[in-house]
C-alpha cells in the first residue's frame, strides 16, 4: 500500500530556541479546518528540541533532530546520544545529509553505525542519499544513490516499513533552487524502492521515500504525485509556515 505523504522540514541551522513555540502555534493556527493528505515533522537544532516537543504535543506534528552520534555514550565531546534524544521525546531524525558528508565527512559506514544506535532507541531514522552534480553527469547517479543506499542499510533489519525513511536528495539541487523534475526524481526513487523491495521484500512497498532540493508550494504537487515519492523533506522552504503548508497541501 503507498505509504501517506510526509512533509518533513529540515530547518538547518536557523532559528532560536526562543522562536519555536510562536512558529509552532502560527503553524497550528493556519492547519484549523484544514485536512491535510499529509503527515508533518520539524526536524530542528538540538537546542531547539525541549521547546519543539513541548510545543507540538497532542498534535499529530512530529518532532525530529537533524543528526546523532555514532556513539552510545562517553567521552565525545559535543555529540548527542540517541539516548538523550529519545529521553527529551524524539521520534525522527535525519542522518547522513549531504552537508554532514560534505562538510563533516561522514562516510557510509558512520551513517550505518548512527541508524544502529536510532534502532537501539526507538528513533526513525531519515536516511538521505544522493549525488553530486559531477556524479550525475558522469551518468552515475543509480550506482551512487544506491551504493550509498546499500551501504547504509548493511546489516540493518526491519520489523516495520515505519521504522525507516529514505530521502533522496541530489546535492545540486540542494538551496539551489535548481530542483530536480518530477520524472527525474521519479527515476532515482524508482530505482530506490527497487534496491528496497530485494532487501526488505514484504516491507518496500510501505517505506517513505521523500524527495528533497527546492522544494516549493509551486512543485510540490508534481513531485509528491509521483508513485514512488511519497513526501518531501524541506529546507529553505519550510522556515516560514505558509510556503512549508503550502508544500503540505501540494500532497
Ligand atoms: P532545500 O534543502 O529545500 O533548501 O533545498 C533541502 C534539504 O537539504 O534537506
Redesign the pocket.
Known sequence: MRPKALIAA?W?MNKLPSEVSAWVRDLKDALTGKVLNADLAICAPYPHLPALVEAVRRTAIRPGAQDVSAHKAGAYTGEVAAAMLQDVGVELV?IG???RRQYHQESDTLINAKLQRLQEHGLVPIL?IGETITEREAGMTEQIVLGQLTACLQGISLKLAAELII?Y?PVW????GKTATAEDAQEVCGAIRTTLLKLYPTLAEGIRILY????KPDNAAELLSQPDINGG??????LEVASYLGIAEGA
Open positions: 529540515n538547518k535525519i545529509h549531504s552537508e538521505c530521502a536528495e539541487a540542494i538551496g539551489t528533497g532540493g527546492s522544494m523533506l524541506v529546507g529553505g522552504a519550510s
